[in-house]
């Protein structure tokens, strides 16, 4: 059964950083598009960050370019998103996100809807 594991949110002060993690098990993660997504109180899911199958490709939402950063450790079969600068508006709860149709290509997945599978998310709350 492929599971997607969040761990690393918490609380932090405005301008401090986290470091998300995405361990999967079930299912090798080596070669597939990954991505995170955020859904604050009130506001629909919303795209943060993606990378590609190669790891060679990444995207980000405007809000978080420059600040966040996707990578992946396939030998780990996890995925991290370093989050610097931290704002208030960035409080949320993050999930993570397999695609596991399209393997070893370039190409990053910024819809929600190209994810098959989700992990159960963690919270990130940024204090101002």
């Known amino acids: 059964q492929v599971q997607l594991v969040e761990s690393g949110g918490g609380l932090v002060q405005t301008g401090g950083s986290l470091r998300l993690s995405c361990a999967a098990s079930?299912?090798?993660?080596?070669?597939?598009?990954m991505g995170w997504f955020r859904q604050a109180p009130g506001k629909e899911r919303e795209f943060v960050a993606a990378?590609?199958?190669?790891?060679?490709?990444?995207g980000y939402a405007d809000s978080v370019k420059g600040r966040f950063t996707i990578s992946r450790d396939n030998a780990k079969n996890t995925v991290y998103l370093q989050m610097n600068s931290l704002k208030p508006e960035d409080t949320a709860v993050y999930y993570c996100?397999?695609?596991?149709?399209?393997?070893?290509?370039?190409?990053?997945?910024?819809?929600?809807?190209?994810?098959?599978?989700w992990g159960q998310g963690t919270q990130v709350t940024v204090s101002s």
């Open positions: 079930g299912h090798t993660f080596s070669g597939y598009p």
């Open positions: 990378i590609s199958g190669s790891g060679g490709s990444t």
């Open positions: 996100a397999a695609k596991l149709d399209v393997r070893y290509g370039s190409v990053w997945y910024r819809r929600a809807t190209s994810y098959g599978h």
